[in-house]
C-alpha cells in the first residue's frame, strides 16, 4: 500500500500480468470465466461514514463471496496497525480470518478494495493456483480480482496529488487499467463511469489504449503499416533460411524460430519439411497460436475461443 509515498507508474510487470491472464484460463475454462460477465455493482460495496464500521465491513465481505461464488466461505473482519493494506489467513476454511490496516477505520469507501483482494486470495487458494514467489502471487491476485470483476474498486483507490498519495495492489495503476480494459473488451462493459478518482479514470484510458495496441499486432491484419512492413520484412529473411536449409538437405536450423525482428511479438520455425509457421500470442488471452505462412488466414485461439483475422 502506497500511503504518501510514490507511486510506480507504468507497466513493469506486464508480462506477469499477461501470464496471469493466461492462467486463468487455463484453470477455469472459457465458460467459467465467462460467467463472471458482470463486475461487482458500486452500490453493493457502497460504505459511507455512517456505516457501523464492523457490520459494514462484514456486508462487503459477503457481497464479494457472493461475487465469487463461494457460498461455504464466511470472512471475519478485524482491522489493526500493520504495514500492508491487508492480509488473511488461508486455512482449510470455512472462516478466513481477514485483517485491515488501522488505516481503513477513517477511509471507509476503500473497505471494499482491500477485502476484493483478499477474498480473491482465498478462491484462487481453492483453485490451487498461485504463481512462485510472493511478488508474481500478488501480481496473480491482483490480476485475477480484476480480470473476474472486482478489481476497478483497486483503480478507484488510487488517488494522488501534489502533498499526497494512495494506492493498493501490487499492479501499477496503469496495469489496473489495462486488465480493465482487456476485461472490458471480452465483456462489453465499460467502468468508466464507476470510478470516482480521477487518477484512476486516466490510468484507465492509458491502459485501455496498451491493451488496444495488442489487438494491432502484426500477423493481425488490423496491424498498422509499420508493422506489416516489418513483419514482411522479417518473412522474407526467416522463408529465406528455410529455403537454404532445404537445399543443403539439412532440417531448418532451430534459429529459424529467432528470426523476427528484436522485440517482436511473433516467431517463425519450420514445420518439419512443410510450410513455415508463425507464433504469436492472442490478444485477449494471451496464448500463443501458431498458424502457417499462407497470407490472409482466420484462426481461432482454442484456449479463449477468440477468432482472429491473420495476414500471415
Same mark, same amino acid.
Given at each position: 500500500?502506497? !500511503? ?90 470455512? +472462516?478466513?480470518?481477514?485483517?485491515? !490496516? ?86 462489453? +462493459? ?123
Amino acid at each position: 500500500m502506497a !500511503n504518501g509515498g510514490p507511486v510506480k507508474h507504468g507497466y513493469p510487470h506486464l508480462e506477469t500480468v499477461r501470464a496471469a491472464v493466461t492462467a486463468l484460463y487455463k484453470r477455469l475454462s472459457y465458460d467459467t470465466v465467462h460467467t463472471f460477465a458482470a463486475s461487482v455493482a458500486p452500490a453493493d460495496v457502497a460504505f459511507c461514514d455512517t456505516d457501523d464500521l464492523y457490520l459494514g465491513a462484514q456486508r462487503v465481505a459477503r457481497e464479494l463471496v457472493r461475487h465469487f461464488r463461494l457460498p461455504d466461505a464466511r470472512m471475519i473482519v478485524s482491522f489493526r496497525e500493520m504495514e500492508h493494506a491487508a492480509s488473511v489467513e488461508l486455512a482449510a476454511g470455512p +472462516e478466513y480470518f481477514i485483517e485491515l !490496516n488501522d488505516r481503513f477505520r477513517t477511509h471507509r469507501r476503500d473497505i471494499g478494495a482491500a477485502l476484493a483482494h483478499e477474498v480473491m486470495h482465498v478462491y484462487l487458494h481453492r483453485l490451487d493456483l498461485s504463481f512462485p514467489g510472493t511478488r508474481d502471487n500478488e501480481i496473480l491476485t491482483d490480476t485475477a480480482t480484476t480480470y473476474l470483476g472486482a478489481g476497478w474498486l483497486l483503480l478507484d483507490a488510487y488517488r494522488e496529488d501534489a502533498s499526497s498519495s494512495q494506492k493498493l495492489g501490487y499492479l501499477t495503476p496503469e496495469e489496473f487499467g489495462y486488465v480493465l480494459a482487456k476485461r472490458s473488451l471480452v465483456f462489453g +462493459e465499460d467502468p468508466a463511469t464507476w470510478f470516482t478518482s480521477p487518477q484512476a479514470y486516466t490510468a484507465y484510458t492509458r491502459g485501455k489504449a496498451r491493451a488496444r495496441d495488442d489487438e494491432r499486432q502484426p500477423p493481425l491484419t488490423a496491424a498498422g503499416w509499420a508493422g506489416q512492413r516489418r513483419y514482411a520484412k522479417d518473412r522474407r529473411h526467416a522463408q529465406g533460411r528455410v529455403v537454404a536449409a532445404a537445399s543443403d538437405s539439412a532440417p531448418a536450423p532451430a534459429s529459424a524460430s529467432a528470426s523476427a525482428s528484436a522485440g517482436a511479438p511473433y516467431a517463425f520455425a519450420p514445420d518439419g519439411r512443410g510450410p513455415l509457421r508463425v507464433s504469436f500470442p492472442c490478444p485477449t488471452c494471451h496464448q500463443r497460436i501458431r498458424v502457417p505462412v499462407r497470407g490472409r488466414v482466420r484462426a481461432r485461439c482454442g484456449l479463449c475461443r477468440t477468432v482472429l483475422e491473420c495476414d500471415t
